[in-house]
């Protein structure tokens, strides 16, 4: 999708501030601040000449327009979700809006109440990010059908939606440790809803087999999605007759607590155990030794999202979008050691 112009792009040319161009082009000259004629002018006269959105111009001096943009995250524990968040704030702040947070705390019940308050507040459009979509599909399905436009970050059949491809990443993590000479690997899947992770999981069991290696139960742990359940099920595969060799977590929070158990027993990383995660936040880099993980674009998810909510917004009877994000291996110490410096591969 080609970038849009953005209202700092306007700013730019018109010599203004965000500010002000965002009070012209969202009609709202209440004198909170003092914009002359010639500047309004001024700011109209960049916004047409880079093409910024002349719907978006009508729609937002359209009667009963609220500014407020809908955003369901999953959890606050996992800065992943923050990563999103903030692609997501900075394509709607930039259009003149504002950003309305719902938290479901990865809760059936809490969620359920999230998505069924959307109907009954007011927002110009809305982006879940949506985790029991297996069990609220008549929730889920009734929102897609709401008087607000919205943009799921998540796979929805006949609806907007914005999603990573996760079996790529899992594919090219697989091939490197294999490729390294393990041939015990232990996978931890700690995922609030088991449909979440099934790619990965999929993905390690096909790439086991297709080692010519038996797939081992034990290697396997399912967990709850905290870091103590992750240490726990990391403690159990080191307790193993014959532990793993690697241990690959299904996301970078999980492996985090694996390192926790691997260091507690006097062990080396990457020279006894290697590890790795997958989603590439922040931490990941810092932590000793780095992390090897699968890095997924967060920020380009939500920034990507909030675009297409906007397009949806000036074109609402426009074909479903579909958009697929790739990730990428990111080779960190946690299992080459100082062999190299980190590397991505696509």
């Not at 704030?89 to 259009?95: G, K, P, S």
């Not at 697989?174 to 995922?191: E, K």
């Not at 936040?281 to 932590?287: A, D, N």
Request: include cysteine.
């Amino acid at each position: 999708m080609a970038k849009r112009p953005t209202q700092a792009d306007v700013a730019k040319l018109a010599g203004v501030s965000r500010a002000t161009v965002s009070y012209v082009l969202n009609d709202r000259m209440d004198g909170r601040i003092p914009i002359t004629d010639q500047t309004r002018d001024r700011v109209l006269d960049a916004a047409q000449a880079l093409g910024y959105e002349p719907n978006a111009l009508a729609r937002n001096l359209k009667a009963g327009s609220s500014y407020m943009v809908g955003v369901l995250m999953p959890a606050l524990h996992n800065p992943h979700y923050w990563d999103i968040l903030e692609g997501v704030a900075e394509v709607v702040n930039d259009q003149g809006y504002n950003l309305s947070l719902s938290v479901a705390n990865l809760d059936l019940v809490r969620e359920r109440w999230c998505l069924q308050s959307f109907h009954e507040q007011r927002f110009d459009g809305l982006i879940p990010m949506p985790t029991f979509t297996d069990v609220l599909i008549d929730d889920v399905k009734a929102l897609s059908r709401h008087s607000s436009p919205a943009v799921f970050i998540a796979q929805m059949d006949g609806a907007d939606c914005v999603v990573t491809n996760t079996r790529s990443g899992a594919e090219a993590m697989m091939a490197h440790l294999l490729a390294l000479g393990h041939r015990r690997i232990g996978f931890i899947n700690g995922a609030a809803r088991p449909h979440l992770s099934q790619t990965r999981e999929d993905v390690y069991r096909e790439k086991i087999l297709e080692a010519g290696l038996p797939l081992e139960e034990d290697l396997m742990r399912h967990c709850g999605y905290t870091m103590n359940n992750g240490y726990i099920e990391a403690q159990a595969m080191l307790n193993l007759r014959y532990p793993p060799t690697a241990i690959w977590a299904i996301n970078d929070l999980l492996a985090m607590s694996a390192m926790r158990a691997i260091f507690e027993r006097g062990l080396r990383i990457p020279e006894d155990v290697a590890l790795a995660g997958f989603d590439d936040i922040e931490f990941s880099k810092e932590l000793c030794p780095p992390l090897t993980t699968v890095h997924m674009p967060a920020v380009e998810l939500g920034r990507m999202a909030a675009e297409m909510l906007f397009k949806r917004m000036d074109d609402p009877q426009c074909e479903p979008m579909v958009e697929l994000l790739d990730t990428q291996l990111v080779i960190r110490q946690s299992t080459v050691g100082n062999k190299v410096d980190a590397q991505t591969y696509c």
